[in-house]
């Protein structure tokens, strides 16, 4: 099991950007897959967006589609969200979260946000001001 540290959350303003990152204690191909979720508060957590350390398959929810790139640095074993034109709907804590090669082979999704994630980071708090 790994464990998984997110950082670059903050305050943003409406339209502006942000980074976030995920840093991993071990290698992100040791994972099938690595994924960005959030929940907002009163709200049911979503996923964000979830890229296959394998094959470069990327998955992204229609909300962020066209707005956020997810994206890894294999060498520094860190997956990063980059956060375009933010809203103020995007405001809540983001979670990465690691999907083991097991889960994987053994669900029938079709996209990987539908898997259950096996490890998972503490949370970073993304704040938009409008």
């Known amino acids: 099991q790994a464990q998984l540290v997110e950082s670059g959350g903050g305050l943003v303003q409406s339209g502006g950007s942000l980074r976030l990152s995920c840093k991993l204690s071990?290698?992100?191909?040791?994972?099938?897959?690595i994924g960005w979720f959030r929940q907002a508060p009163g709200k049911e957590r979503e996923g964000v967006s979830s890229?296959?350390?394998?094959?470069?398959?990327?998955d992204y929810a229609d909300s962020v589609k066209g707005r956020f790139t997810i994206s890894s640095d294999v060498a520094e074993h860190k997956v990063y969200l980059d956060m375009n034109n933010v809203k103020p709907e995007d405001a809540a804590v983001y979670y990465c979260?690691?999907?083991?090669?097991?889960?994987?082979?053994?669900?029938?999704?079709?996209?990987?946000?539908?898997?259950?994630?096996?490890?998972w980071g503490q949370g970073t708090q993304v704040t938009v001001s409008s």
């Open positions: 979260a690691a999907l083991t090669y097991i889960t994987y082979f053994n669900g029938r999704h079709l996209d990987l946000l539908q898997y259950e994630y096996d490890d």
């Open positions: 890229m296959s350390t394998s094959d470069g398959r990327r």
């Open positions: 071990g290698s992100v191909n040791d994972y099938y897959a």
